[in-house]
Antibody
Framework: QLQMQESGPGLVKPLETLSLICTVSGDSISSRNHYWGWIRQSPEKGLEWIANIFYTGITHYNPSLKSRVTLSVDPTENQLSLKLVSVTAADSAVYYC?????????????WGQGALVTVSS | DIQVTQSPSTLSASVGDTIIITCRASHNIGDWLAWYQQKPGKAPSLLIYKASALESGVPSRFSGSGSGTEFTLTISSLQPGDFATYYCQLYNSNLFIFGQGTKLEVK
């Protein structure tokens, strides 16, 4: 059964870099069938798509975050990672990794449980 | 920029009722729309993709319809576990945008 699990620091200082890892089990991150992505949720902004990545490294970013976000994949560890630089309090949110299934019409069919990240000094 | 408007923001209903939630896109998106259910403290769960395709394992009392710019999620014969928050999500030109959510409450 496919599972996705986010991990990383729960507290990040303002202007520092937020780094999260998503470990995928039950499916290969090198699958030609899927993109893998990050979505965040906060009371202020609701659900906000951050970016998607294909195992070849092809990435698509939310234009509002593109200048600060980097996505990568590690096929040997079956992990994807998110880095968000120069964070502010507005970046405090629950961060989810999710699978965008091929043929799913742009939907995300599997989600991690979420990682709460707070930006505060 | 493409935008999505979901309504209503809150909906009160009773077990056994049928409810409808609407999502409108500012541009024609064909059938590139999905619906999710989210319960407190949990990640969203996919219900409907491609506007009307039922995700595996989702009860048939959930149905989606629409194309172009107007879409609906219908839940028939509400069950106690259906009281949650529902989101639509559109896909257009490598952009993914979520609606503001509809909280379905017990009347």
């Amino acid at each position: 059964q496919l599972q996705m699990q986010e991990s990383g620091p729960g507290l990040v200082k303002p202007l520092e870099t937020l780094s999260l890892i998503c470990t995928v089990s039950g499916d290969s991150i090198s699958s030609r069938n899927h993109y893998w992505g990050w979505i965040r949720q906060s009371p202020e902004k609701g659900l906000e798509w951050i970016a998607n990545i294909f195992y070849t490294g092809i990435t698509h970013y939310n234009p509002s975050l593109k200048s600060r976000v980097t996505l990568s994949v590690d096929p040997t560890e079956n992990q994807l990672s998110l880095k968000l630089v120069s964070v502010t309090a507005a970046d405090s949110a629950v961060y989810y990794c999710a699978r965008r299934r091929s043929g799913g019409g742009g939907s995300f069919d599997i989600w991690g449980q979420g990682a709460l990240v707070t930006v505060s000094s | 920029d493409i935008q999505v408007t979901q309504s209503p923001s809150t909906l009160s209903a009773s077990v056994g009722d049928t409810i409808i939630i609407t999502c409108r896109a500012s541009h024609n998106i064909g059938d590139w729309l999905a619906w999710y259910q989210q319960k407190p403290g949990k990640a969203p769960s996919l219900l409907i993709y491609k506007a009307s395709a039922l995700e595996s394992g989702v009860p048939s009392r959930f149905s989606g319809s629409g194309s172009g710019t107007e879409f609906t999620l219908t839940i028939s014969s509400l069950q106690p576990g259906d009281f949650a928050t529902y989101y639509c999500q559109l896909y257009n030109s490598n952009l993914f945008i979520f609606g503001q959510g509809t909280k379905l409450e017990v009347k």
